[in-house]
């Protein structure tokens, strides 16, 4: 890179610290291109995505499908509020609830807006109010969202938060059993636990948890935020378990890279009354024309059994491979891996970046991973000897 760019980077960084609000820990590291499943640092240094910016870029950066998509869309027609029709929206509303076998969806802009719907939808149902979501659960940040979410470091500077919230152990149907009464609206939970560790429901459970809502007169409201659109080898995770929520929200990578939320509405809980919610932006036609080339590609491909595939050969591999003076366990589903560390994984994650492997935490004692779908073979297995190598060196 010219030394006149270069110095440019190192002052539009410092700028960026200036005016950030301080919300986030930024990592010493300026992202300025990515290209599939590679991201390039300011100086043209390439790493391997393995964290497909949180979970939202499941068909990498850059995707042609979905790039033609948005420009046709960009000359056309870009805001719409859904006080009117359009045509696209109409094609993806469709598209989205055909996959999803479910009758009716709500567009919104992220994950957290289409939990804070699902707790409103189900509460509207069933005219009850309690929820009973699980520990180490992740729903948003919002206030509705955040109080259904378990980690207390994000819950506690915000309390009061909205009253009726019980948490009970993810993968014990006996205590959630005791937990749901006639007040509770909805169950809500995540097929694999991401931000709490990568924690897989185990076999059984989403069945028994789906069963005892119904029998409870309760509602289920699954998040399918970092889970859907292909990550774990099924287009929703909660295929694996052959359920069908009652809610089902979703964001992250359904726009291809372009904000965008939804919360898929259930036959148990039928058609909203208008003025009921709403969102600006929600449903934005540019968004709409992305996610419609999110879901056709995935549909029309191979990506989503790859990663099924892609994912089993991964984990094994790193079951059998992974030194165990580093390592307590390796769990996932699909191209989400979670390795459970015996110290933290701060220093990990700055080992592997100075490596050339961009990775998450889950937690503090996590490796995630979270590689784009459409990674070439040989990334994904570079990056794995990489983890290998940086856990074996680890003391």
Known sequence: MPEALLTEAIDLAALEEAHSSGAYLKRDLAIARGQGARLFDAEGRAYIDCASGQGSANLGHGHPAVLAALRAQMDELMVCPEMFHNPVRARYQAALCRAAQMPRVFLCNSGAEANEAAIKFARLATGRTGIVSTMRGFHGRTLGALS????????KPFDPLIPGVTFVPYNNIERLAAAVTDETAA??????????????????????????????????????????????????AHEHDGILPDLLTVAKSMGGG?????????????????ASHGSTFGGNPLACAGGLAVLETLENSDLIARARDLGAQLLAHFRARLPEHAVREVR???????????GKVAPVLRELQARGVIALPAGSTVLRLLPPLIIEEDDLWRAAAIVEEVLRDAT
């Open 148 to 155: 259904t979410t378990w980690e207390k470091t994000y819950r």
């Open 187 to 236: 169950i809500i939970l995540e097929p694999v636990q991401g931000e709490g560790g990568v924690h897989p429901a185990q076999e059984g459970y989403l069945q028994a948890v789906q069963a005892l809502a119904r029998e409870r007169g309760a509602l289920l409201i699954v998040d399918e935020v970092q889970t859907g659109f292909g990550r774990t080898g099924y287009l929703f």
């Open 258 to 274: 372009i904000p965008m939320g939804a919360c898929l509405i259930g036959e148990r809980v039928g058609a909203l009354t208008p």
């Open 332 to 342: 996932g589903r699909g191209l989400m891996i979670g390795i459970e560390l015996r």
